[in-house]
T-cell receptor
Framework: GAVVSQHPSRVICKSGTSVKIECRSL??????MFWYRQFPKQSLMLMAT?????????EQGVEKDKFLINHASLTLSTLTVTSAHPEDSSFYIC?????????FGPGTRLTVL | QQQVKQSPQSLIVQKGGISIINCAYE??????FPWYQQFPGKGPALLIA?????SEKKEGRFTISFNKSAKQFSLHIMDSQPGDSATYFC??????????????FGKGTKLSVKP
């Protein structure tokens, strides 16, 4: 139980385009989901906390107009990277809070050319 | 005060040996301490977690030791196997039963278990 999926697992896009990443809780409902970014050989950096039906809470230094988060249902949160640039290339991971534990998705590798 | 300091950065252990990874924290409001295992290109997976009302928790070959007075906790992997080779992250959170539960992660330890 408590499985979190992400789609796509890998995406390559051209600079200036937008990319949407989906995060789903498959067998539970999650009022709170989190989005992280991880650079190679580094730890996870929390980008934002996504609450169902309300605006996301962004961490300091994260541009909310660039990283759009929508949590429209109890099982789905989306992260849209707008006008992507090569420096946005990274591993994006979502997680969902369920019964006192945070469960992570498998991650999405974004490469911006 | 929000930091979680993890050491060592990397660790090489022989098969069958004990792997020990340490973490230290400053904020006494933290009340939840999980360890995550991450393989390359995958998301972190919860290994084991502890709350400050106990000093030790064991699940199979994995044990968390918690020292509240020293504000330290550690992961012990007994009988380490090559399949345990991964990056391990400690983390801490406060008010974890609430709606937020933001995790503060350590920088990670890359474990290599040699056959």
């Amino acid at each position: 139980g408590a499985v979190v999926s992400q789609h796509p697992s890998r995406v390559i896009c051209k600079s200036g385009t937008s990319v949407k990443i989906e995060c789903r809780s498959l067998d539970f409902q999650a009022t709170t989901m989190f989005w992280y970014r991880q650079f190679p050989k580094q730890s996870l950096m929390l980008m934002a906390t996504s609450n169902e039906g309300s605006k996301a809470t962004y961490e300091q230094g994260v541009e909310k107009d660039k990283f759009l988060i929508n949590h429209a249902s109890l099982t789905l949160s989306t992260l849209t990277v707008t006008s992507a640039h090569p420096e946005d290339s990274s591993f994006y991971i979502c997680s969902a809070h369920f019964r006192g534990t945070q469960y992570f998705g498998p991650g999405t590798r974004l490469t911006v050319l | 005060q929000q930091q979680v300091k993890q050491s060592p950065q990397s660790l090489i252990v022989q098969k069958g040996g004990i792997s020990i990874i340490n973490c230290a924290y400053e904020n006494t409001a933290f009340d939840y301490f999980p360890w995550y295992q991450q393989f390359p290109g995958k998301g972190p997976a919860l290994l084991i977690a502890i709350r400050p009302d106990v000093s030790e928790k064991k699940e199979g070959r994995f044990t968390i030791s918690f020292n509240k007075s020293a504000k330290q906790f550690s992961l012990h992997i007994m009988d380490s196997q090559p399949g345990d080779s991964a990056t391990y992250f400690c983390a801490a959170a406060m008010n974890y039963g609430g709606s937020q539960g933001n995790l503060i992660f350590g920088k990670g330890t890359k474990l290599s278990v040699k056959p």
